[in-house]
Structure formats: structure tokens, C-alpha cells
């Protein structure tokens, strides 16, 4: 048992680049809940699905950013070997950063609309582009998706969905990239994938907006 769970660990370590302390207690668990942790990883963060390397990449490392994960590192490295860009990197990066400015345009626009004659999304869609380039819009989209993601934050989550249904991108694509939350938000993701999982994305934004039922990303 003992060299099973070594063993484990050992691949754990080979994948990851690291070890953190969690995966050291599932290891007391034994070698069955290590691999089980493993086949998540694998699955989530390593295997090509919808999304092309250099896009899950690019969403990995904006993810990483947003919950200041610095033991990801090696995100980075596979970007690069895989042929992304720095710049494409540094963008990835600035989106992340770019997300956490919508608090404070959001408490800025509720006190002092009569004096800044804007709202909310054009104030923080002139932060998204001036900070994404080179990356595409639609990408731009899917990291700023799970950047707010993380932090479950309901208002600009919803914006990114509707931005990237009205763009086109598949459901698929969508719930890949919701996926990668799973490791930092583990059972809490339920709350945020919910309206990919009952498919009707494509049909609540078809509505009128008034007429829309409420979609958000936090637990009851």
C-alpha cells in the first residue's frame, strides 16, 4: 500500500512539477483517492477536448493568475513549448488583472452615475480591449469567464456567457473552460456550471432581457 501511494505521489509530482501539502494528505488516504485525484487533474488540465492547447493554455494561466496560483507554473512552461507568445501571456495575465477591476466600476457607477454618464460594461469593456491584444475577443471572453469564475462574482460572469454565446462559441467550449475551475473550487463549481449543464444558454440569451430568469454563479 505504502509503495502504491509513493507511486502515486511520484506521478502526481511528475505532472504537477510540484507537490502541495493536500496532495501529501490524500496520499494518506491511500493510492485510490490519490489516483482518483489524478484522473481529475489529467482530465481537467492536461487532455485535449474542445479546446486547442494554446487556448487552454492561455485560460489555465489566466485562471492561475486570478487565484494567485503560483505552484502552476508550469502552465506557462507548456504555453511556451506549445507556441504561445510572452505577449500572448502577458495579455492573459492583464485580462486576469483587468477582471478585478470590476468591483470598483461597479461601486463607482452605483454612487457616481450622474457624474460619469457610463455604465458598468463600457467602462470595463474599454479595460478588456485595451488589455487583450494580441489574444482573440472570444478567447479574451473565456478567461475573463473563469478569472470571475473564481471569485464568483454573478454580474460579470453572466456578461462573459452572453458575450461568448453572442460570438458564437460553442457550449462546448464554454463548459471546458468552466471545468477548469473544479480544482480551486471543487464541489462549489455546481453552482457556476448549472446553466451550461441544463443546455438553455443559447435560448435565455435569445430572450428579451427583461424577460430573462436570473442566472448566477454562487451557491444559495
Known amino acids: 500500500m505504502a509503495d502504491a501511494g509513493e507511486d502515486a505521489l511520484a506521478q502526481l509530482r511528475a505532472e504537477h512539477g ?5 496532495h501529501e494528505v490524500l496520499g494518506r488516504l491511500g493510492p485510490a483517492v490519490l ?3 489524478g484522473d481529475l487533474y489529467r482530465t481537467c488540465s492536461l487532455s485535449q477536448r474542445f479546446l486547442d492547447q494554446r487556448q487552454r493554455e492561455l485560460v489555465l494561466v489566466g485562471l492561475l493568475t486570478a487565484c494567485q496560483g503560483a505552484t502552476g507554473s508550469q502552465h506557462l512552461t507548456r504555453a511556451r513549448a506549445a507556441g504561445v507568445r510572452k ?3 502577458a495579455a492573459a495575465v492583464t485580462l486576469a488583472g483587468v477582471a478585478d477591476a470590476w468591483p470598483a466600476l461597479a461601486f463607482a457607477v452605483q454612487h457616481w452615475q450622474s457624474f460619469l ?6 467602462l470595463y469593456l474599454a479595460l478588456v480591449e485595451a488589455g487583450r491584444r494580441p489574444i482573440e475577443p ?3 471572453d473565456l478567461i475573463l469567464l473563469v ?3 473564481a471569485h464568483r462574482r454573478d454580474a460579470p460572469f453572466v456578461y462573459h456567457l452572453q458575450r461568448a454565446i453572442e460570438a458564437g462559441l460553442p457550449e462546448t467550449h464554454l463548459a471546458e473552460a468552466v471545468s477548469y475551475l473544479l480544482l480551486p473550487l471543487g464541489s462549489n463549481l455546481a453552482a457556476v456550471a448549472q446553466p451550461i449543464r441544463d443546455g438553455f444558454l443559447a435560448a435565455h440569451f435569445a430572450l428579451p432581457v427583461d424577460e430573462r430568469p436570473a442566472l448566477v454563479c454562487t451557491e444559495a
Open 18 to 22: 510540484y507537490l502541495l501539502s493536500c
Open 35 to 37: 489516483d482518483a485525484y
Open 87 to 89: 505577449q500572448e501571456l
Open 117 to 122: 454618464d457610463s455604465d458598468v460594461e463600457r
Open 138 to 140: 472570444e478567447l479574451a
Open 147 to 149: 478569472a470571475h469564475g
